[in-house]
């Protein structure tokens, strides 16, 4: 039993090459932006405000929020 080479460097878990939306490095969670549509797109207008689609302005607007570039505290 001690001349067998038991090495389990390749199932280690390597943060380098986990998606960064949802850190999962053998495929993507149910819920990540890299899946979903609607998820990526909620990723996508939080970070470019200017992506947000007219309907979806409008609908903000009526509830009474401000999408802009620039939060205000």
Known sequence: M????????HNQ?????????CLSV??????CA???????YAFEILSEPRKLTLGDALI??????TWSEQATL
């Open 2 to 9: 001690n001349n067998i080479d038991f090495t389990h460097h």
């Open 34 to 40: 890299m899946r979903v549509p609607t998820v990526q």
């Open 60 to 65: 903000l607007h009526s509830l009474g929020v």
């Open 26 to 31: 053998h495929g993507h969670e149910s819920w």
């Open 13 to 21: 878990y390597n943060v380098a090459l986990a998606c960064p939306h």
